[in-house]
């Protein structure tokens, strides 16, 4: 086994550690969610849910990322996804700032764009 196939052997499993990372941060903030936000508008609480389910969709899609031909784009897409998409609407849900809002579009076609990767 040269080099560069125990390079490539090792960046696929840096993805499954991310999707793992993804997964165990979508729990907590389920719980959070669950447990912490007791006092927020429904409207506020419908962003923080809608945040968690794509939160945890993307988390169990990064699983397959490995098995991708453009492995490093797809998990580098949906992990940035999570983070811009997810992150503002839980930012926006726990916080009230509206003003992160107007980023979570850029999260949601980095999610499109990731899912139509997977394809080529």
Not at 90 to 100: D, L, P, Q
Request: aromatic residues 14%; proline residues 2%.
């Amino acid at each position: 086994m040269d080099l560069s196939m125990i390079a490539a052997e090792y960046g696929r499993c840096t993805w499954i550690k991310v999707a793992a990372l993804a997964g165990c941060t979508a729990v907590l903030m389920g719980a959070y969610g669950a447990h912490g936000l007791k006092n927020i508008s429904n409207e506020r609480r419908q962003v923080f849910e809608t945040a968690n389910k794509y939160h945890f969709y993307h988390a169990l899609a990064m699983l397959a990322v490995p098995f991708l031909k453009r492995y490093h784009l797809v998990g580098a897409l949906f992990s940035s996804g999570i983070m811009v998409f997810c992150g503002t609407c839980y930012c926006n849900a726990i916080t009230g700032n509206e003003s992160v809002i107007r980023y979570t579009p850029i999260g949601g076609w980095m999610f499109i764009i990731g899912w139509l990767a997977m394809l080529f």
